[in-house]
């Protein structure tokens, strides 16, 4: 095992004992990577802040269930995740607005090209197009898009993320990708 999982073993520990301090440390440690993956898998800002905290807050009152040789990411990730889908199911009946454009992304986008009003009006037109098909997806596909494309997980971290083998991972990708390209290509 690596020192940096050893380090967090030891903290989930000192979780277990209750100590609020310690948890800290590991909510400061996910917080933005959580915020992102909501982010991705519900579309709306403030949705996405309030389920990554409960989520914190679900893992805190459960931390005694989690095994602490495990790590705690994939753990983690399942709490959220059911979250964001739940809430999704709670609104289904409304209609999804557009998902937000992540400031990261777009920020170093930018950086890369001068400014251009027109370039800068089709990117985000491109942009709006793509994450209006990804809120689209069934949310198996979104999720594997998230991770893989938004989180830039590996293959190997988004099976234990999800507790599936690499090559479910490699499928489902392959499907999800198609998916969204015949979304986009339906819509042009």
């Known amino acids: 095992m690596n020192s940096s999982h050893e380090d967090e073993k030891e903290v989930l520990l000192r979780c277990r004992r209750g100590e609020k301090?310690?948890?800290?440390?590991i909510v400061k440690k996910y917080m933005k990577r959580a915020y992102f993956i909501a982010l991705g898998l519900?579309?709306?800002h403030?949705?996405?802040?309030?389920?990554s905290q409960e989520a914190f807050i679900r893992a805190y009152r459960n931390i005694k269930k989690f095994n602490p040789e495990q790590q705690f990411f994939p753990w983690f990730y399942q709490i959220l995740k059911n979250l964001c889908f739940?809430?999704?199911k709670k609104i289904r009946n409304h209609r999804l607005a557009s998902?937000?454009?992540?400031?990261e992304t777009e920020l170093a986008a930018q950086r890369n090209d001068d400014f251009d009003p027109n370039l800068l009006v089709e990117r985000n037109?491109?942009?709006d197009r793509v994450w209006k098909a990804i809120g689209q997806l069934g949310e198996k596909h979104r999720e594997i898009i998230i991770l893989r494309h938004f989180q830039n997980l590996s293959y190997g971290e988004?099976?234990?993320?999800l507790f599936c083998s690499k090559?479910?991972?490699?499928?489902?990708?392959?499907?999800a990708r198609k998916a969204l390209k015949e979304i986009l290509d339906h819509e042009t």
């Open 21 to 25: 301090q310690a948890f800290e440390i």
């Open 42 to 44: 519900v579309g709306q």
């Open 46 to 51: 403030e949705d996405a802040l309030d389920l």
């Open 86 to 88: 739940n809430h999704l």
């Open 99 to 103: 998902l937000q454009q992540i400031t």
């Open 125 to 127: 037109e491109i942009k």
């Open 158 to 161: 988004i099976a234990e993320a």
């Open 167 to 175: 090559g479910t991972v490699m499928s489902r990708l392959y499907y």
